[in-house]
């Protein structure tokens, strides 16, 4: 079944550095989205990027698509210790007007 | 300004207990979820609702219970609650299915004794 799949599972740098996420999954997708989670909070959402675009920028973060590979990353330039949160990658679930599926999540540790 | 709402934050349950977590959502949205986080697990779907009056089953929609006859409501019921079900529970509603934007409840965190 279709699932998003991050890595790696944890990650730790320091403040200023920049911070690489990979998200894996197994059927086509139309679009694949990135989610970041505070500590005991709700997941908020982070970018969305379409099948037809292979780069999307958002202020410090930029993300990829790879749809041959089947990979999109996630890229925080000069990271802060407010970016320190689990952040995952989700994709849609089956073809049409279906719910999206989530991965495990990378937990990014920005060390001030 | 309220976003999606979950109730109760906390609730600790004796096996074989029943509850309803309950979840609204003020923006209209035609789409809403329900998904559950353990640790080294993520998120996985629970059921989910894509209008009033329908919904379908996510991947571990055993043991729990939906109902949609609001747009603004989707309550999750535990029929029978097992240790198996301790989870933190999210909430989720958007304008459509992937491709939109979801916006998340804040959790429901449900310890089953």
């Known amino acids: 079944s279709q699932q998003g799949e991050e890595d790696p599972q944890a990650l730790s740098i320091q403040e200023g550095e920049n911070a690489t996420m990979n998200c894996s999954y197994k059927?086509?997708?139309?679009?694949l989205q990135w989610y970041r989670q505070n500590s005991g909070r709700g997941l908020v959402h982070l970018i969305l990027?379409?099948?037809?675009?292979r780069e999307k920028h958002s202020g410090r973060l930029r993300v990829t698509l790879d749809t041959s590979k089947k990979s999109s990353s996630l890229l925080i330039t000069a990271s802060r210790a407010a970016d320190t949160a689990s952040y995952f990658c989700a994709v849609p679930r089956n073809s049409g007007n279906t719910p999206l599926v989530f991965g495990k999540g990378t937990r990014l540790s920005v060390i001030a | 300004n309220a976003g999606v709402t979950q109730t109760p934050k906390f609730q600790v349950l004796k096996t074989g207990q029943s509850m309803t977590l309950q979840c609204a959502q003020d923006?209209?949205?035609?789409?809403m979820s329900w998904y559950r986080q353990d640790p080294g697990m993520g998120l996985r779907l629970i059921h989910y609702?894509?209008?009033?009056?329908?919904?379908d089953q996510g991947e571990v929609p055993n043991g729990y219970n939906v109902s949609r006859s609001t747009t603004e409501d989707f309550p999750l019921r535990l029929l029978s609650a097992a240790p198996s079900q301790t989870s933190v529970y999210f909430c989720?509603?958007?304008?459509?299915?992937?491709?939109?934007?979801?916006?998340f409840g804040e959790g429901s965190w449900l310890t089953v004794v």
């Open positions: 059927t086509s997708i139309n679009n």
């Open positions: 923006m209209n949205h035609e789409y």
């Open positions: 990027i379409r099948s037809n675009e």
């Open positions: 989720a509603s958007s304008q459509g299915g992937a491709g939109n934007t979801i916006y």
């Open positions: 609702s894509v209008g009033a009056g329908i919904t």
